[in-house]
Each structure stands twice: as C-alpha cells, then as structure tokens.
T-cell receptor
Framework: AQSVTQLGSHVSVSEGALVLLRCNYS??????LFWYVQYPNQGLQLLLK??????LVKGINGFEAEFKKSETSFHLTKPSAHMSDAAEYFC????????????FGTGTQLKVEL | EPEVTQTPSHQVTQMGQEVILRCVPI?????FYWYRQILGQKVEFLVS????????KSEIFDDQFSVERPDGSNFTLKIRSTKLEDSAMYFC????????????FGPGTRLTVL
C-alpha cells in the first residue's frame, strides 16, 4: 500500500523567505512522486515530478524538491517566497507501476505575508 | 492553453437522488480519471478510464458509481443513489498517455448531498 503524509496543514512565511513544505511517503516499491498546486477555484496543476534519475528535481515557478529514499521524503522548497505562491500544495505518490493512480496527501495551505 | 472543464461547479442534491458530474477532458488526451476530496481529507483516486473501459478503480468506486464517455468529448461520473457521505469535491483529470504523463485536472465540482 502507498500513502503520503504532509506535515502542517497550514504554513505561513514572509515574502522573500524560504518555503519548505514537507512530504513523507510510504511505498512498498520504488515510488514516483509529484507535487501539485491548487489556486483558488482552479484545478490541480503539476509543479514537478520525480520518476527516476536525478533526485533533485526542478519545477515551475522556482520550486524544487529532493527525493531522499533513506528518509522516505520528498520535501518541496523555494528559496524566496512570493505573494503569488499563496495556494494549496499537494504531494502525491504512485507506486503501482502504471503512473496513473495517484495517492495524495491532505494538502498544505501556504500563506505568504508581507 | 487547453484545459479540463467540469460542470456544474456546485451541485446540491437530495439523498437517494442520481447525479451526473460532467467533464470535458483535453481534446487529444486518451486517459481519464476521477478523484474526490471530502472536506478536510485527502484527495482520493476513484477510477481511471482508457479505450472506453475502466482500467483501474478504487474500493470507493462501488456499484453506485459508473463512468461513461458518451461522445468524443465528455467524460461523466454518475452516482446512482447519493448518500450523505458522497458530499465532496470531485475532480476530473486527463492525460495524453499513461506512464507518468502529467495529469491535467479540472477545477472540480462540489457535490452537496442533503
């Protein structure tokens, strides 16, 4: 079975500060990992994904995430937060081998303050 | 930019009634999905659909649920006899291929069962 845990349902940072959103996963096979972002009244948008290869992956809008197998983590970071980053962020895992059944975390609401 | 659309944005129904949630996937996509999110809980996979048949479904997707692609553009989720616990946000998604191609999500339909 696969599962995802996102620590912190709400995270607040100051504009220009580091963003760190935590994600830990559980998977019986090598996982494929994703971060999605949801802006108000919009669908989920893919930020980045890890399938194989380099463990540090870069995504859109300056975000990146590092796959750490030993820690079963895939934390999302951005060096400098911008007001437009305020949204809900979802970590997801697929370990079924087919790449089309995502298991999501509960989401983290990111607030960016002046 | 092509996008997945869903109608209605909000559906209110009485317990025991049938509802049909509609989705228009991106036109050249071949794989279609439904997910749901009960308020405050995780986004959960319901079903994936390819080549006019279900390719995978979760335990949630019981006999009360069905999916259909009635024409070349729409993809529908039907709940035959709604229960209070079916109240949730339902997301449709589509992808060009399987194997870790990005799933593009619609904005969701909020279903409220009274």
């Amino acid at each position: 079975a696969q599962s995802v845990t996102q620590l912190g349902s709400h995270v607040s940072v100051s504009e220009g500060a580091l963003v760190l959103l935590r994600c830990n996963y559980s998977s019986s096979v090598p996982p494929y990992l994703f971060w999605y972002v949801q802006y108000p009244n919009q669908g989920l948008q893919l930020l980045l994904k890890y399938t194989t290869g380099a463990t540090l992956v870069k995504g859109i809008n300056g975000f990146e995430a590092e796959f750490k197998k030993s820690e079963t983590s895939f934390h999302l970071t951005k060096p400098s937060a911008h007001m437009s980053d305020a949204a809900e962020y979802f970590c997801a895992v697929d370990s079924t081998g087919g790449g089309n059944k995502l298991t999501f975390g509960t989401g983290t609401q990111l607030k960016v303050e002046l | 930019e092509p996008e997945v659309t869903q109608t209605p944005s909000h559906q209110v129904t009485q317990m025991g009634q049938e509802v049909i949630l509609r989705c228009v996937p991106i036109s050249n996509h071949l794989y279609f999905y439904w997910y749901r999110q009960i308020l405050g809980q995780k986004v959960e996979f319901l079903v994936s659909f390819y080549n006019n048949e279900i390719s995978e479904k979760s335990e949630i997707f019981d006999d009360q649920f069905s999916v259909e692609r009635p024409d070349g553009s729409n993809f529908t989720l039907k709940i035959r006899s709604t229960k209070l616990e079916d109240s949730a946000m339902y997301f449709c998604a589509s992808s060009a291929q399987s194997s870790y191609n990005e799933q593009f999500f619609g904005p969701g339909t909020r279903l409220t069962v009274l």
